[in-house]
């Protein structure tokens, strides 16, 4: 009787699986993963360790010499490491430029077999795996799974869905990796809706197996500064927009600097780090805005409540999102939004108090949007009231739920 009860109230043991992960050297990759996962472990009723590998590949071929510079970081990633209390291995698994994409998910799972089974040897049996993106992570743990005869979940996060499976051999491979799965997350139900279509082509997937779980924000790191403090800190004035996002064309970094040109007496931060800097600094000079233009390169996390506070509204012109952590990261900050209408943003910006959503993707369109928010700012403790609506507890609650029914708990 006893040890049937201790089974019962035994904490969930869960194997978080993911290459999308915060480590030494990039602190600010995957930060949702591990701030769900966070989240997650501070119920007290799930222990939990990391397995996070990172791409290597044999150096000293000729042929391979451009490629070093780009995967030289990836070598000084540590082999373990703590952060806040979990931890994380970062195994290497083989990952060959130009050929990687259709490799990975079979070099990956022979890396995190090994790295889970010697979990197992340490005495961290656990009970499920919890994978995140699903190429090529989502593909590897299923493999794996089946090996050790795990029940497995993976989260759709965007862009594994919305572009990577667009390919047909890895669309493929996601669908069977999604039905091996014992249960799907998305973060928003347009993916859950984009799966379920995609699918159809594959042999269909069960819409009680799909589960949306939405991102939620940590409304104790992103809470408001005082705005004219904030300005005076970054060395501010007047109405300031922020673009926030890797310096990538799909974040539309250049169509926020282009409206900027037709919009006067704007200045716009633009946090990230990425290969379109020297191209959007060019496109800044040429359309004469070059000065009120500011880039700011990587900010921690925790300053980037400075950044957000200091703006007047935040822009983010992507071409598709998953679900769009920096739109609920300024809301609560108390900061308003605009935000082109793709996929998971318009499940985000849902009341005038967190913003506009563009009509068209496009410099005008967005300009025009600007200019509409601007003339009618709501009032920032409305927009942090909304923003507080999104805590963490319902996905963290959702996410007990559902590793529960798969375990018979």
């Known amino acids: 009787m006893l040890r049937d009860m ?31 996962l966070r989240k997650l472990v501070e119920t007290g009723r799930v222990e939990a360790r990391v397995v996070a590998p990172s791409p290597w590949f044999p150096g000293g071929l000729p ?10 970081p990836y070598a000084c990633i540590p082999a373990h490491e703590t952060r ?20 990975a998910p079979f070099a990956l799972a022979a890396t995190a077999e090994r790295a889970m089974r010697a979990a197992q040897r340490a005495g961290f049996d656990f009970d499920l795996i919890d994978a995140h993106y699903f190429y090529p992570d989502g593909v590897a743990a299923a493999i794996v799974a089946r090996r050790l005869q795990k029940p497995l979940t993976i989260t759709a996060r965007g862009s594994d869905i919305t572009e990577i499976a667009l390919f047909p051999l890895q669309r493929r491979l996601i669908y069977w990796a999604a039905g091996q799965a014992a249960g799907v997350i998305t973060v ?97 000079a040429s359309l004469g805005v070059a000065q009120r233009v500011r880039f700011c390169g990587a900010v921690d996390q925790a300053e980037l409540r400075i950044y957000y506070s200091a703006a007047t509204m935040l822009v983010l012109a992507s071409d598709r999102e998953g679900w769009p952590n920096v739109l609920l990261e300024s809301m609560a900050c108390g900061t308003p939004v605009v935000a082109t209408r793709v996929w998971g943003s318009p499940e985000v910006v849902g009341a005038p108090a967190a913003g506009i959503l563009v009509p068209q993707r496009d410099a005008p369109s967005i300009a025009g949007a600007i200019r509409a928010l601007h003339q009618a700012l709501p009032d920032r403790v409305s927009t942090r009231a909304y923003a507080e609506k999104f805590s963490w507890d319902a996905t963290s609650e959702g996410q007990i739920a559902l590793f529960s029914r798969i375990l018979g708990r």
Not at 25 to 34: A, D, L, S, T
Not at 63 to 72: E, M, R, T, V
Not at 88 to 103: A, Q
Request: charged share 20%.
């Open 6 to 36: 201790a089974a019962v109230i035994r904490m969930l043991r869960i194997l978080t699986f993911s290459t999308l992960y915060p480590n030494a050297v990039f602190p600010h990759h995957g930060i949702f993963v591990e701030t769900r």
């Open 63 to 72: 042929d391979w010499a451009p490629f070093h510079g780009a995967y030289a």
């Open 84 to 103: 806040h209390g979990l931890d994380i291995v970062h195994p290497r698994y083989l990952l060959i430029p130009k050929v990687g994409m259709t490799l």
């Open 188 to 284: 928003c139900q347009a993916l859950k809706d984009e799966m379920l279509r995609q699918a159809e082509a594959t042999g269909g997937l069960a819409p009680e197996k799909v589960h949306v779980l939405r991102n939620g924000v940590d409304l104790e790191r992103f809470r408001p500064a005082d705005p004219a403090e904030a300005q005076a800190r970054l060395g501010v004035e007047g109405p300031v927009l922020l673009s926030v996002g890797h310096l990538i064309p799909r974040k539309g970094h250049d169509l926020v600097i282009r409206a900027l040109a037709d919009l006067d007496g704007f200045t716009l931060l633009i946090v990230g780090l990425g290969p379109e800097r020297a191209n959007l600094e060019r496109l800044a």
